[in-house]
C-alpha cells in the first residue's frame, strides 16, 4: 500500500521561478515528514523536515508546508536555480518508527 | 567526513546466483537502514539495525533476503538464489538518530 504519493511524476519551471512539489500521504500517524533530493547515480540527500507539530518550516530557499487535516505536504523552492534539477522524495515516519516511508519522486527541471 | 559507502557500486548477477552487498555507515552512527528502490519508486524499507541488533526485518520481501551487522559498523545484505524481480537499487542509510538519514549512492543490482 502507498502510504505516501507523490502524484505528479515530474515538474518544469523556468529559472527564478518558484517551484512546488506536492506530497500526500494517508496514515495519520505519521507524525514526522522529509524532504530529500537525489542526483542521478547518488544517494539521496536530506533537504528539510518538518514536525507535525507545525505547520511550516523555512530553510533559505526552501519552505515546506503541513496540511494536516489535508494529510498534504509540499516543498516550496523559491526562487529556483537550474542545480535544483533533481529527484525529490517526501517521506514520513511515526515517532519512534524506523520504518519510513517515501513517495515515488518528482523529477525536477529547472531551465535557465 | 566520509559519508555513507556501498560496494560494489554495480552488480550483475545470473538467476539463482548468491550476492552481497556491503555498506559503511559514518562512524559512529548507531541506525543502520537498507532499502530497495525500484525503477521509478521511492525506497523501499528492507531493514533497520541499532548497533549490531536487528530490530526490525519486516520490510524483507523474502526468506531469500539476509541482512547483518555483526560488530555494529559494517553492515552486508546478502540475496540468495537471486530471482529477475531482486533486480533494484539497494539503498543503505546510517543514522545518529531514527529521522535524518544519510544514504550512500547505492548497489545497483542487475539479475540476468
Known amino acids: 500500500d502507498q502510504q505516501v504519493k507523490q502524484n505528479s511524476p515530474s515538474l518544469s519551471v523556468q529559472e527564478g521561478r518558484i517551484s512546488i512539489l506536492n506530497c500526500d500521504y494517508t496514515n495519520s500517524m505519521f507524525d514526522y515528514f522529509l524532504w530529500y533530493k537525489k542526483y542521478p547515480a547518488e544517494g539521496p540527500t536530506f533537504l528539510i523536515s518538518i514536525s507535525s507539530i507545525k505547520d511550516k518550516n523555512e530553510d533559505g530557499r526552501f519552505t515546506v508546508f503541513l496540511n494536516k487535516s489535508a494529510k498534504h505536504l509540499s516543498l516550496h523552492i523559491v526562487p529556483s536555480q537550474p542545480g535544483d534539477s533533481a529527484v525529490y522524495f517526501c517521506?514520513?515516519?511515526?515517532?519512534?518508527?524506523?520504518?519510513?516511508?517515501f513517495g515515488a519522486g518528482t523529477r525536477l527541471t529547472v531551465k535557465p | 567526513g566520509a559519508g555513507v559507502s556501498q560496494s560494489p557500486r554495480y552488480k550483475v548477477a545470473k538467476r539463482g546466483q548468491d550476492v552481497a552487498l556491503r555498506c559503511d555507515p559514518i562512524s559512529g552512527h548507531v541506525s543502520l537502514f537498507w532499502y530497495q528502490q525500484a525503477l521509478g519508486q521511492g525506497p523501499e524499507f528492507l531493514t533497520y539495525f541499532q548497533n549490531e541488533a536487528q530490530l526490525d526485518k519486516s520490510g524483507l520481501p523474502s526468506d531469500r533476503f539476509f541482512a547483518e551487522r555483526p560488530e555494529g559498523s559494517v553492515s552486508t545484505l546478502k540475496i540468495q538464489r537471486t530471482q529477475q524481480e531482486d533486480s533494484a537499487v539497494y539503498l543503505c542509510a546510517s543514522s545518529p538518530s531514527s529521522y535524518e538519514q544519510y544514504f550512500g549512492p547505492g548497489t545497483r543490482l542487475t539479475v540476468t
Open positions: 517521506a514520513a515516519s511515526g515517532y519512534n518508527n524506523n520504518d519510513m516511508r
